[in-house]
């Protein structure tokens, strides 16, 4: 592993609208550097996607981006990130993904020229590559469409370039429902890890080549199925935090590949990011509610950079068109985060606090993530001698912290949840820091469930 | 009947005692499990009707019933699948020569376009659970392979499930090609996006907003 130290060791210096390596795009927006910038995410209503409707789809994507800089501007927004994650269809002909980030560029570049207005856009790519089960992540037919996108779409003007990548993805999926903690290490410590060092190395490479900024990833599959699967209580929250933590040491290798900044908004796994490496973060709390429902609503921007509302389908409500809304939630949201910055660091820090206090006692998921608690697992994470050894360690500190809390009276969980600190800790008992006695043991449980050598093993 | 074995059967289905040698529930180790117990209820003349309603489908229910009440989590309820499966072995050639009948068959696939299955296969578990016959098409399933399989199962219930807004809209021309070859056939959607309202505007006669619920409606509207 690259980071051995952290780069921002307080929970005070783990500041939103705050990074120690602020990004800058080409239109100027500079991401971590004092102040908190909306990024706005937004899908299609229900709709096919065909050559007959690609008309209609080039102007929903254009009245979004317009609407939303229309009302960014009224609202003395300082400028906005565009997330443009693609469907299937238009990463699988990549002509249109193309075509698309071109449609909303050129929003954003008119409103730039005539009135200053700074806004880029996020390129995410959807992950192909798990079309095929199991996936075959370094020889897919998928990826010559995956990496013309990457390349051709960032000419086009996608600034930044992201993925939401899913290697480790087909074996994740059956650990989360088993609450098996041991598979769940193996799929992200060893075969995410793998599959992110091939990955980002390319993205890197393409961003390197089309001077554009090779952002972050995130472990959306992972750690999020998991707070969505707790949210509905078919898992407990308590693994859900765990995963979540583990999640870090995966999606920190996108960094270590040469990625800058910010990771992507449904990154819930950020925070550590920024306080091992000191790159800006995107991260998406209570905003993110037109997607899917979270217990982190408010301690999510404790340390955001951007701040994000997840994905809303462009439908009309009662205001305006649904992106529209969500773009003044966020504004209003990153005004007061950027207004507290203005009062100095000890207003921020309180508001940090607030934030924070507000869910901390309400949810494993929320009290892992408080700044606080983001330095003392990141810690671990940073002393681990691999991996496999950082996300054992982080788990294991996860739990006392989870444990002490619950123990103390500072955290609320049901009956039903406790048994299951016990039972995670004894399942991190025999899982071995070697990577290749990890294999060799794993390997039989899950004959056929993934290729090997499709992670290089 | 037997009624201290089929209590014992039921005892292990409902807290996922699978056999002797599975560890888990740490209150049952050393006892022997479902897969144990069915073998010494079958040779001491329990019927394995007996077995399958009064043993594993009322455990299951009991567990079902839990699970809804927010007193277990589904590694728990898939502990007792698995345990009920451990059963099921003993009583396939039952099944094969006609003796014991499930509810029905339930096919079940997420619509073509769409890679999410969590949600589908947690239905699954739930339906076969229940006393059903499941047969799992996967992920990406084009309306071909539903109608195959619908040919193959007339009597069959399909379940199509859809994640994403841009793929939901995929199960309508699904519905259309199963209803062209087999009018009859009972179709229940199901997935975040999907309201009741937009299952009965394509065509669904059912409409699941959790696998909770669309168990309910395959026993209440097909049974």
């Known amino acids: 592993m690259k980071y051995t130290k952290l780069a921002v060791s307080t929970p005070e210096g783990l500041l939103f609208g705050n990074a120690l390596y602020p990004v800058t795009t080409r239109r100027g927006l500079v991401i971590g550097g004092g102040s908190v910038i909306p990024e706005l995410n937004f899908t299609l209503p229900p709709m096919s996607i065909n050559s007959d409707t690609l008309t209609a789809i080039g102007e929903h994507y254009k009245g979004i981006v317009t609407d939303a800089i229309e009302h960014a501007r009224h609202l003395h927004a300082p400028g906005v990130i565009f997330e443009f994650e693609t469907l299937l269809e238009m990463t699988q002909t990549p002509s249109i993904g193309i075509e698309l980030v071109k449609i909303m560029n050129d929003v954003c570049e008119e409103n730039y020229i005539k009135h200053g207005f700074k806004s880029e856009i996020r390129l995410t790519p959807n992950d192909l590559r798990e079309f095929d089960r199991p996936p075959l992540n370094r020889t897919s037919k998928y990826l010559d469409a995956m990496w013309e996108l990457f390349d051709k779409g960032s000419l086009a003007g996608g600034d930044l370039l992201s993925i939401e990548s899913t290697g480790g993805k087909e074996i994740h999926d059956d650990a989360l429902m088993t609450c098996d903690l041991k598979t769940s290490i193996f799929a992200l410590s060893v075969l995410g890890v793998r599959d992110m060092q091939f990955l980002w190395s390319n993205i890197v490479a393409i961003a390197k080549k089309n001077n554009k900024i090779a952002a972050g990833d995130t472990a959306c599959g992972f750690g999020n199925t998991a707070m969505v699967l707790a949210e509905k209580q078919f898992i407990p929250k308590t693994f859900a935090a765990i995963v979540r933590i583990i999640t870090a040491v995966r999606t920190l290798v996108a960094i270590e590949q040469g990625a800058v900044g910010p990771d992507k908004d449904c990154g819930y796994e950020g925070p550590f990011l920024k306080a091992i490496t000191g790159t800006p973060i995107s991260m998406e709390g209570k905003g993110s509610a037109c997607a899917h429902f979270s217990p982190v609503g408010n301690v999510a921007a404790c340390c955001a950079d951007l701040w994000s509302n997840e994905s809303v389908q462009n439908i009309k409500l009662l205001s305006g068109m649904a992106p529209t809304v969500c773009m003044e939630q966020l504004e209003y949201d990153a005004r007061l985060m950027n207004q507290a910055l203005k009062h100095g660091k000890p207003a921020a820090n309180l508001l940090q606090q607030l934030l924070a206090e507000s869910d901390q006692a309400l949810d494993p998921q929320a009290l892992i993530l408080t700044p606080k608690n983001v330095i003392t697992l990141s810690e671990e994470i940073v002393k681990g001698e691999n991996y496999i050894d950082a996300s054992v360690r982080a788990a294991k500190k996860g739990l006392d912290i989870i444990e002490e809390a619950y123990k103390s009276g500072q955290l609320l969980l049901p009956e039903v949840e406790v048994m299951w600190i016990d039972m995670l800790r004894d399942s991190l008992s025999d899982i071995p820091t070697d990577e290749s006695k990890f294999v060799e043991e794993m390997l039989p449980t899950l004959e056929g469930k993934f290729i090997p050598s499709e992670y290089g093993l | ?223």
């Open chain 2, 1 to 223: 009947m037997n009624t201290e074995l089929l209590e014992k059967l039921s005892e292990c289905v409902e807290f996922g005692k699978i056999n002797l040698a599975s560890p888990y529930p740490p209150q049952m180790k050393g006892q022997p499990g479902a897969d144990e117990i069915t073998k010494e209820a079958l040779e001491s003349g329990v019927t394995p009707t007996e077995i399958l309603n009064d043993a594993l489908i009322f455990a299951m229910n009991k567990v079902g019933q839990k699970f809804s009440e927010n007193k277990i989590f589904v590694p728990q309820m898939l502990l007792s699948a698995k345990a009920m499966g451990a059963s099921m072995v003993h009583l396939k050639p039952f099944f094969a020569n006609g003796s014991v009948k499930r509810k029905g068959t339930f096919i079940l696939g997420t619509v073509f376009g769409d890679l999410h299955d969590i949600g589908k296969n947690l239905l699954g578990m739930m339906v076969e659970g229940a006393g059903w016959e499941v047969i799992d098409l996967g992920i990406d399933v084009k309306p071909e392979k539903f109608i195959e399989a619908v040919q193959q199962h007339p009597d069959a219930v399909v379940g199509i499930s859809a994640l994403l807004t841009t793929t939901m809209v995929n199960i309508k021309p699904v519905i259309e090609a199963i209803r062209a070859v087999s009018p009859a056939t009972k179709i229940i959607v199901g997935g975040a996006p999907l309201s009741e309202e937009f299952a009965i505007s394509i065509g669904a006669d059912g409409y699941g907003k959790n696998p909770q619920e669309g168990v309910i409606w395959l026993d209440k509207h097909v049974n």
